[in-house]
């Protein structure tokens, strides 16, 4: 399963970035049975849980990024969307999509990390 993230860029501190992470070559329903979730990873640190989403389509989020970041799916458009807002510095990163899906014994599959970088 390939998962295509795009999205990043560079912004100023209290801007937006949306985030979009497709997965073409799956059929709409095995997209639909998917568990989402974007993580990143900031120079020198772990790669951290950001947002995930279940099957029935209910989202978390770490508790830092409540009420900034929302993930959400178009089951239409085989993506998933990470809407960041009123992003800090300490938002610098990469981040990355991940899924699983029951057809795949919910092995984790990863998109490529797109950067994201928070200037002052």
């Known amino acids: 399963v390939q998962l295509q993230a795009s999205g990043g860029g560079s912004v100023q501190a209290g801007g937006s970035l949306r985030l979009s992470c497709t997965a073409p070559r799956i059929i709409t329903s095995t997209f639909r049975d998917g568990t989402w979730a974007w993580y990143r990873q900031a120079p020198g640190k772990e790669r951290e849980l950001v947002a995930s989403?279940?099957?029935?389509?209910?989202?978390s989020y770490a508790d830092s990024m409540k009420g900034r970041f929302t993930v959400s799916r178009d089951n239409a458009k085989k993506t998933v969307y990470l809407q960041m807002n009123s992003l800090t510095p300490e938002d610098t990163a990469v981040y990355y999509c991940n899924a699983r899906f029951t057809v795949y014994s919910n092995s984790d599959f990863w998109g490529r990390g797109t950067l994201v970088t928070v200037s002052s």
């Open positions: 989403m279940t099957r029935s389509g209910i989202p």
